[in-house]
């Protein structure tokens, strides 16, 4: 976004292609509470940029969590939870001041990685200010169980403002993800829980690449738009 500002702003390759702008992902320090106050301005101005080209939320992502871990190579969240929580809402807070949403986005390798440590962050935020936008792909890929990630979604079902629709196979292609239906995932449980959900954001389809990719992009989002009509998902076109 800020390299798009730079040469003119990103609306005239959203306008000239028809696409909107609905969220843009964001992410800053949140353990360290030196960098709180510079990291807060940064997503303050981000949240600016997409409020002017017409979008709606920001997908809050957190840090890495391998410049934090011990020299075991594990994170100790317990001693950072306070920070975490402080800095989600203070960047929160200042994106409202900006006009937009911001929605807790936990992402394997980062500083909110284990559903305890979702759990334990979404039982401590302020969600006056902070949203929930889970990736439910992300969160099998972390370690927790499909069916704790459907039931993860259906008790914070109020606070969803975004969700990252993704399967996840554990597979050699797409860094372990796989399009919808061909993963462990409960998609079609997830989307009877958010039936009728007005969100803030929207149910995003989305599909990691990786290094090996066995098919074009345009048949996987093909093969994702098929599973989804069979679902019952209606689309414009």
Not at 35 to 45: D, I, N, Q, S
Not at 221 to 230: S, V
Request: proline residues 5%; glycine residues 10%.
């Amino acid at each position: 976004m800020d390299a798009y500002e730079t040469q003119g702003g990103i609306a005239k390759v959203l306008d000239a292609n028809n696409v909107p702008l609905i969220s843009g992902y964001c992410s800053i320090d949140f353990v360290d509470p030196a960098k709180r106050k510079e990291g807060v301005e940064k997503m303050a101005g981000w949240g600016r940029i997409i409020r002017k080209n017409g979008g709606k939320l920001v997908v809050l992502g957190p840090n890495a969590r391998r410049q934090y871990s011990n020299s075991s190579g594990d994170f100790p969240f317990a001693e950072h939870k306070k920070n975490i929580v402080a800095s989600l809402n203070d960047a929160a807070k200042a994106l409202m001041d900006a006009g937009v949403v911001g929605a807790l986005h936990p992402h394997t390798g980062t500083v909110i990685e284990k559903l305890d440590e979702v759990f334990a962050v979404l039982d401590s935020m302020d969600t006056k200010y902070v949203k929930f936008g889970p990736d439910v792909g992300q969160m099998v890929k972390g370690g927790a169980q499909p069916q704790a990630v459907t039931k993860l979604v259906k008790d914070y079902r109020e606070i969803i403002q975004h969700m990252h629709l993704k399967d996840f196979s554990g597979g050699s292609y797409y860094v372990g993800y796989c399009p919808l239906g061909f993963g462990v995932v409960e998609i079609p449980a997830i989307l009877d829980i958010l039936e009728g959900k007005e969100m803030t954001g929207m149910i995003m389809v989305e599909l990691d690449s990786g290094l090996r990719n066995p098919m074009p992009p345009s048949q996987a989002a093909t093969i994702a738009k098929e599973y989804l009509k069979n679902q019952g998902v209606a689309f414009r076109v």
